[in-house]
């Protein structure tokens, strides 16, 4: 449904993706891992079309700059882009009529609803903290229903209500057969249902794994991450475990 081919991206000096490539499979969550600075959003910006890159990315077999691949991809960013003159209800008016949406007013209205919005319809944009513009940008990126959809971090900021609604969301998007990718520095906040991770370092693919085969060799998400990031292997773990604790260790 998505595929990234060797991308790579600078800014100016700055390498911020190198020959990174993925594939993400109809029907599929795909948790983007890495620390700070790993060029998580740099990918997401690429896919979407907002950067120039090397390398070549196709959204259902279509060039990624292509109306038709634009028309089935959604983005939700990490810092909403509102207008501060625009209420939450015309947001969502403004993005229908700008996707020529047809049959929304019941999906703008479920969506508000969920995420606690329905009763701020009428506040404009520099009248909502920062969880309210949170999730208005998430209900701005969920109401064209994408085929494929971008999640930037979306768990920052949010409360704990809207992170419930927003993991049950991606959990029915799932089952709707919508191909998500969901980035994130924060591993705790993905211990939902996904398919694969991809886990990124210093511009670069460190993992490629799919919940089966993490699965099956026994091992979380967190210890894969600290083995592929900090080239700890189990057996290192427990070495530093036991110096730290003392735990383990002969008598
Ligand atoms: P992540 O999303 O994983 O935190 P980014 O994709 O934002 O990482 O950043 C990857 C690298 O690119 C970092 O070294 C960052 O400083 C650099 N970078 C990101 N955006 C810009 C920009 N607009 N101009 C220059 N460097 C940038």
Redesign the pocket.
């Known amino acids: 449904m998505l595929e990234v081919r060797h991308v790579t ?1 600078r ?2 000096k ?4 190198d020959d990174v490539s993925f594939t993400l499979d109809p029907g599929s969550v795909t948790v983007l891992l ?12 690429s896919i979407i079309g907002f950067l120039k890159f090397d390398g070549e990315i196709l959204v259902g077999g279509e060039e990624n700059k292509t109306p038709q691949a634009r028309r089935i991809i959604g983005y939700v960013p ?1 810092i909403p882009a509102l207008y501060p003159n625009l209420t939450v209800s015309e947001h969502m008016e403004f993005l229908a009529r700008a996707y020529r949406l047809t049959d929304y007013s019941a999906r703008k209205e479920a969506l508000l609803a969920r995420f606690e919005l329905s009763e701020h319809s009428r506040k404009f944009g520099d009248e909502l903290s920062k969880g309210m513009q949170q999730k208005l940008n998430l209900c701005l990126g969920l109401l064209p229903e994408p085929q494929v959809i971008l999640l ?2 979306p768990m920052i900021g949010l409360d704990p209500h809207a992170i419930k609604e927003l993991r049950s969301t991606i959990e029915e998007l799932r089952v709707q057969g919508r191909t998500l990718l969901v ?1 994130t ?1 924060i591993i705790d906040s993905v211990d939902m249902l996904w398919d694969r991770t991809v886990i ?1 370092q210093g ?1 670069k693919v460190k993992a490629n794994v799919l919940r089966e085969e993490l699965d099956a060799q026994n091992k979380s998400l967190e210890q894969l991450f600290f083995e592929v990031t900090e080239g700890l292997k189990p057996e290192d773990e427990a070495a530093d475990k036991t110096e730290k604790t003392g735990e383990g260790a002969e008598v």
Request: hydrophobic content about 25%.
């Open positions: 991206k800014y100016g700055t390498l911020a993706v890495g620390p700070n600075g790993a060029g998580k959003s740099t990918i997401m910006k990490e930037d971090e980035s520095h990124m511009g």
